[in-house]
Nanobody, 125 residues
Framework: QVTLVESGGGLVQAGNSLSLSCAAS????????MAWFRQAPGKERDFVAA????????YYADSVKGRFTISRDNAKNTVYLQMNSLKPEDTAVYYC??????????????????WGQGTQVTVSS
């Protein structure tokens, strides 16, 4: 069993930065592919970024590439999302997710076995 708890969300002006954290409980964190998804009001939950268990491979949605950075610290059971140059269209609830049985489809919601409760990010113009 894995429990995920996100933190770091808030209100920020466009152009500024925000850092999200996701703390995981459970001994299998170090073997899990981790990801961030986001869901804006009235829209589907979309892939943002993913990182494999070693941290060697990272993947990003085109909309955040070059602005967001995903990283992890397996010693702390934590995954991070550094968000720079934020835009109003980045406003959403951001969810952390864990994939224990990684098949390579990091961008699919159904790939992930565990989810956090989400943290709100609001970017004002």
């Amino acid at each position: 069993q894995v429990t995920l708890v996100e933190s770091g969300g808030g209100l920020v002006q466009a152009g500024n930065s925000l850092s999200l954290s996701c703390a995981a409980s459970g001994r299998i964190f170090s073997r899990a592919t981790m990801a961030w998804f986001r869901q804006a009001p009235g829209k589907e939950r979309d892939f943002v970024a993913a990182i494999t268990w070693s941290g060697y491979n990272t993947y990003y949605a085109d909309s955040v590439k070059g602005r967001f950075t995903i990283s992890r610290d397996n010693a702390k059971n934590t995954v991070y999302l550094q968000m720079n140059s934020l835009k109003p269209e980045d406003t959403a609830v951001y969810y952390c997710a864990a994939d224990i049985y990684y098949s390579g489809k990091y961008y699919l919601l159904t790939e992930y076995d565990y989810w956090g409760q989400g943290t709100q990010v609001t970017v004002s113009s």
